[in-house]
């Protein structure tokens, strides 16, 4: 079963680049993974330029829908992070990852709550 989520960078005004991420989306997977891979604001745009992910927890580099020939996956503006949950939302997703200054936050649809990621991921 899929945990699916969303993974974005804030931009200076406020607003949030971000792409669908399809499997194990939780924060002990995706969040672990995110927090030891793509600590740097290019690491992470290379990322998410890449457009919606099927995955990116694997040894041979993330795999992204349109390397399989899929269409209207490119990444997506979000004004508001309100807008970016939404957005979320809507693709069923539990978690929203963003990248702000340095750090990534996540935040719970479902609960409706920010989780303290480095303390669950033991970072």
């Known amino acids: 079963m899929a ?11 406020g607003s949030v680049v971000s792409v669908y991420h399809h499997w194990d989306g939780y924060p002990t997977g995706l969040g672990a993974h995110l927090v030891a891979h793509y600590s740097d604001i290019d690491d992470v745009r290379e990322l998410i330029d890449g457009g919606d992910l099927s995955t990116c927890i694997r040894e041979e580099g993330p795999e992204y829908y349109a390397d399989r020939g899929e269409t209207d996956v490119e ?22 990852y963003v990248f702000v200054n340095g750090t990534w936050t996540c935040y719970d649809v479902h609960e409706s709550k920010y989780i303290s990621l480095y303390d669950e991921v033991k970072v």
């Not at 945990?3 to 005004?13: A, N, V």
């Not at 990444?75 to 929203?96: K, N």
Request: a negative charge; charged letters at 25%.
């Open 3 to 13: 945990t699916r989520s969303r993974i974005g960078y804030q931009l200076k005004d």
């Open 75 to 96: 990444p997506q503006l979000s004004i508001s992070h309100d807008e970016f949950v939404s957005l979320t939302d809507e693709c069923t997703g539990e978690y929203a």
